[in-house]
C-alpha cells in the first residue's frame, strides 16, 4: 500500500487516505466485490492512527463505495455501472424535453432529496444558544469569518482547493454574484456564454450593460474554435453538469479552457451550481485548482441543497483578483442574514452537509 500521506497538506490525512482508495476502487485494483485491508493493516502500513484509518473507511461507506459486513470485514460495492449512465442516467431520460437534434433539457428527479427538516430544526436551535446577541451585528461585508473559514476547509476536503478566507465572498445566490462579477470586470468585456444556458446568466449581464455572445454547446463543451473567433474576454461555463444540456466537460476541454484563457489575457467563470449532487464515474477536478495563472473565479451555491429559501452561495477569487475586488467593489454590505451564515457554519462543521449529501448520491446511485 504505496499510500504518501503528506503531513504539511492542509487537507486532513483521513480524507488524503479516502482518496487514494476511492482511486483504486474506481481504476479497478480494488474491484466489485473484494474485501479492503482492515483498518489496522492501513493503519500500520499508512504509520497513521487506527481512528484515521476508520475515518477513511467510514467515507468510503457513506459515499457508497464501499460496505461493512459485521464480523466480516468491509467489501467494494463500486461498479462503472453504478454512474452516469446508469440508473440514475435512465431515470431522468424518462424526464427529458428535446430542446434541438444535439442538446436536451434533462429535468431530474429530486423528490425526497431534500434537507431534512428535523436536522435544520436542531441546528438553529443550537445556533440561537450559542451565538446569542451575535445573530444581531451586522455581517462583514464579504460575508461572517465563521462561515469563510468553513467553507475553505470544506472545499479542501471536498474539492482540493485550498485557499484563504480573503478569497471568499458570501451573497444571496449565484446570480447576486454573477452582478458582482460584471461590476467588477466592467463593460469593456465582452462574456461567451454556453447554448443553451440558464437563461439568467446572460440576463444579469446584459442588464448591466455587458455584452455577450452565445457560443454552441458540443457534446463535449464549447468548441475552443468559436471561442476564438468570438470577441469574448470572459468564458461562463457549468462544466459539471451544463444546465439544461446535462454536458459534463472532460479533462481536455477544461486544458482547452485553461490555455485560451492564459493565451488570451481571459478569464473563466467556473459556474458549478449542482456540482454537489452530480454523480460521476470518477473525482472531477475543479478548473480553480487546475489553474496556475490566476485566471479562474469558482461560483457555487448551497439553496439547492439546503432549501430555495436559504439563498446563499460564495465566490471565490485567485489572490491577487480578490485584492483588486476589495479596492473596487469591498463596500457592498453582505447580503445573506447572520443566522443563515451561522447555520449554514455549523451544518459544515458538524458534517450534517456532507452526510445529507452523500445520502442523496447514493439514492441517486441506485436509481
Given amino acids: ?13 483521513y480524507l488524503q487516505l479516502y482518496q487514494y482508495l476511492r482511486n483504486d476502487i474506481i481504476k479497478g485494483i480494488y474491484p466489485y466485490g473484494s474485501r479492503l485491508p482492515s483498518k489496522r493493516i492501513i493503519a500500520g502500513e499508512t504509520g497513521y492512527s487506527v481512528i484515521t484509518a476508520e475515518h477513511a473507511i467510514a467515507l468510503l461507506d457513506e459515499e457508497g463505495y464501499a460496505q ?7 467489501f467494494v460495492i463500486y461498479r462503472g455501472e453504478d454512474f452516469p449512465g446508469d440508473a440514475y442516467q435512465n431515470r431522468i431520460k424518462a424526464k427529458e424535453t428535446v430542446h434541438d437534434e444535439n442538446t436536451k433539457t434533462v429535468v431530474p428527479d429530486r423528490k425526497d432529496e431534500g434537507f431534512p427538516f428535523s436536522v435544520l430544526a436542531k441546528t438553529i436551535r443550537k445556533v440561537l444558544l450559542d451565538q446569542g446577541e451575535k445573530i444581531l451585528i451586522k455581517s462583514p461585508n464579504q460575508g461572517c469569518d465563521e462561515l469563510r473559514n468553513e467553507i475553505c476547509r470544506y472545499l479542501g476536503r471536498t474539492r482540493g482547493i485550498e485557499i484563504e478566507p480573503f478569497q471568499v465572498i458570501i451573497g444571496s445566490g449565484a446570480e447576486y454574484l454573477y452582478g458582482l462579477i460584471a461590476q467588477f470586470f466592467g463593460r469593456r468585456y465582452s462574456v461567451a456564454i454556453e447554448d443553451p444556458s440558464y437563461e439568467k446568466i446572460g440576463k444579469v449581464y446584459g442588464s448591466i450593460g455587458m455584452k455577450y455572445e452565445m457560443l454552441k454547446m ?22 459539471f453538469n451544463s444546465y439544461p444540456s446535462g454536458v459534463t466537460v472532460g479533462i481536455s476541454k477544461k486544458i482547452e479552457y485553461l490555455n485560451w484563457a492564459k493565451n488570451n489575457n481571459g478569464i473563466l467563470i467556473e459556474d ?11 473525482p472531477e477536478e475543479p478548473l480553480f485548482s487546475m489553474d496556475t495563472e490566476g485566471r479562474v473565479i469558482y ?3 448551497f439553496s439547492g441543497t439546503l432549501a430555495p429559501s436559504m439563498r446563499i452561495g460564495y465566490m471565490i477569487l485567485p489572490e491577487a483578483m480578490s485584492r483588486e475586488f ?9 447580503t445573506v442574514p447572520v ?4 447555520v449554514l457554519c455549523e451544518l459544515l462543521k458538524s458534517g450534517e452537509y456532507e452526510r445529507h449529501i452523500n445520502r442523496v448520491r447514493r439514492k441517486r446511485r441506485t436509481g
Fill in 1 to 13: 500500500m504505496n499510500y504518501k500521506i503528506d503531513k504539511n497538506s492542509k487537507v486532513p490525512a
Fill in 68 to 74: 461493512r459486513r459485521e464480523r466480516s470485514g468491509v
Fill in 218 to 239: 458540443r457534446t463535449d463543451g464549447i468548441s475552443i474554435e468559436d471561442l476564438k473567433r468570438s470577441k469574448a474576454g470572459i468564458l461562463h461555463v457549468t462544466p
Fill in 272 to 282: 458549478n451550481y449542482d456540482s454537489e449532487l452530480t454523480v460521476s464515474k470518477k
Fill in 299 to 301: 461560483i457555487n451555491t
Fill in 326 to 334: 476589495e479596492e473596487k467593489l469591498g463596500f457592498y454590505s453582505c
Fill in 339 to 342: 443566522l443563515d451564515q451561522y
